[in-house]
């Protein structure tokens, strides 16, 4: 069975981030996946300590130790899972922090070994004025180069906090889309050594 983890950035009870990722999740169900939600406010990652700067000692084991229980919980549950769905709020045209510090955590499954490679990704943004298309390019900057792959339609963002029918549909999409395309990949890995 596929493994959906949604993993909500919000720090905010209910949030319209929740809400949006809810949609896709429940998508994802209806298509037999196996869904989660980790709420990043649940298990806030202390901040990455650089150490694979200059060459230095960046791997999980490392990460783990250098971290806390929340670290090795968050990073053993994005391994565990085949597709990864990232659901913000803009901060300052950026994803939050709590999603920007599990970001730069994720450096230890992404140097050298390319951990998940060949997972599947989707991105979730909400917000009120201005940034949600820095928020997402950033994310699709960062988890392409983690080894993700995206299905088409693989972003959607709502302005506001009522959900709009479109919003609603992209959301949905996602969910179904990403499942699909975790099952059409059939455990190929991509990553050349
Ligand atoms: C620290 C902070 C920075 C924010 N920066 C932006 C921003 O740059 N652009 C924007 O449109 N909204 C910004 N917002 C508003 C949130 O993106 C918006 O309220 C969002 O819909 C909240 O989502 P949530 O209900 O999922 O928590 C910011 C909010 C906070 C708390």
């Excluded at 060459?55 to 084991?61: A, K, S, T, W």
């Excluded at 971290?67 to 045209?93: H, M, Q, R």
């Excluded at 060949?118 to 909400?126: D, F, L, N």
């Excluded at 999409?173 to 395309?181: S, T």
Aim: with cysteine; charged share 25%.
């Amino acid at each position: 069975m596929v493994k959906v983890l949604g993993i909500n950035g919000s720090p905010r009870e209910k949030s319209t981030t929740e809400q949006l990722l809810s949609l896709c999740l429940q998508a994802a169900k209806e298509q037999g996946a196996e869904v989660e939600e980790l709420r990043l406010i649940e298990h806030p990652l202390p901040t990455c300590q650089g150490c694979v700067s200059y060459y230095g000692n960046c791997n999980l084991e490392e990460c783990i130790k250098q971290g806390d229980e929340n670290t090795s919980y968050v990073l053993k549950k994005l391994i565990d899972s085949d597709v990864l769905i990232f659901a913000t709020p803009v901060y300052w045209f950026g994803p939050s922090g709590l999603l920007k510090n599990l970001i730069d955590r994720m450096t230890s499954l992404e140097h050298k070994q390319k951990i998940l490679d060949g997972r599947v990704g989707g991105i979730i943004c909400s917000y009120e004025e201005e940034g949600a298309a820095m928020a997402i390019s950033q994310l699709f900057l960062a988890l392409s180069d983690m080894g993700l792959l995206f299905p088409p339609y693989a972003y959607t963002y709502n302005r506001g906090k009522e959900i709009d029918e479109m919003t609603e549909h992209y959301a949905v999409q996602l969910g179904i889309n990403a499942v699909e395309l975790y099952k059409r990949l059939n455990g190929s890995k991509w990553w050349r050594r």
